[in-house]
């Protein structure tokens, strides 16, 4: 069974830090681009960063500099670190990845950043 498992989300202050980890089973996730996405209340689900198979990284303008996507291909797992959190960064948080010419997605983790 192909499954993207996230974890790490949680209540932060602003300011602070949290790693997202993306757990892969069924699917080797090294073989193709990776992303991070994210969807607050009310709003669309936007990239936040995103990580091709053979290691460059893509982020929006408004993502640069307080996010850092990686992956760890002996475990498998995609990360995203995040740093200088702000309240408006509050959303649940989802990684992404193609499978078979689908784009599969992971069930999300909630990030809540307090003022």
């Known amino acids: 069974q192909v499954q993207l498992v996230e974890a790490g989300g949680g209540l932060v202050q602003a300011g602070g830090s949290l790693r997202l980890s993306c757990a892969a089973s069924?699917?080797?996730?090294?073989?193709?681009?990776m992303g991070w996405y994210r969807q607050a209340p009310g709003k669309q689900r936007e990239l936040v960063a995103s990580?091709?198979?053979?290691?460059?990284?893509i982020y929006p303008n408004s993502m640069k500099g307080r996010f850092t996507i990686s992956r760890d291909n002996a475990k498998n797992t995609g990360y995203l670190q995040m740093d200088s959190l702000k309240p408006e960064d509050t959303a649940v948080y989802y990684c992404?990845?193609?499978?078979?010419?689908?784009?599969?997605w992971g069930k999300g983790t909630l990030v809540t950043v307090s003022s």
């Open positions: 992404s990845t193609d499978y078979n010419g689908m784009r599969i």
């Open positions: 069924g699917i080797i996730l090294s073989i193709n681009s």
């Open positions: 990580l091709t198979s053979g290691g460059s990284t």
